[in-house]
């Protein structure tokens, strides 16, 4: 079993940054894809940025790419986001995820989420 904790959230003015960063612990993620998914009130979770294992690969979606960066660091066991250039729009919870499979699947290990702010 791999937990999954996320950290770094909270409330920030327009144009300004968080860095967020999700712990695991049980075994090593150093074999799992990660990425990081938000979900904003009353719409469904969407995928944000997403990780390969090695950490060569990296994808965005594009409502956030050339703003945010999702990096890894296997010794720590953690998974980041840079978040820069925050808009209001990007205001969600933020979740991390790990899937020892290529992509993030249904059977993904899924943290709890945490709550970043963004006000205009």
């Known amino acids: 079993q791999v937990q999954l904790v996320e950290s770094g959230g909270g409330l920030v003015q327009a144009g300004g940054s968080l860095r967020l960063s999700c712990a695991a612990s049980g075994r090593t993620v150093r074999t799992y894809t990660m990425a990081w998914f938000r979900q904003a009130p009353g719409k469904e979770r969407e995928f944000v940025a997403t990780?390969?294992?090695?950490?060569?690969?990296?994808d965005y979606a594009d409502s956030v790419k050339g703003r945010f960066t999702i990096s890894r660091d296997s010794a720590k066991n953690t998974l980041y986001l840079q978040m820069n250039s925050l808009k209001p729009e990007d205001t969600a919870v933020y979740y991390c995820a790990a899937d020892p499979r290529v992509i993030i699947s249904q059977d993904a290990y899924w943290g709890q989420g945490t709550q970043v702010t963004v006000s205009s």
């Open positions: 990780i390969s294992k090695s950490g060569d690969r990296t």
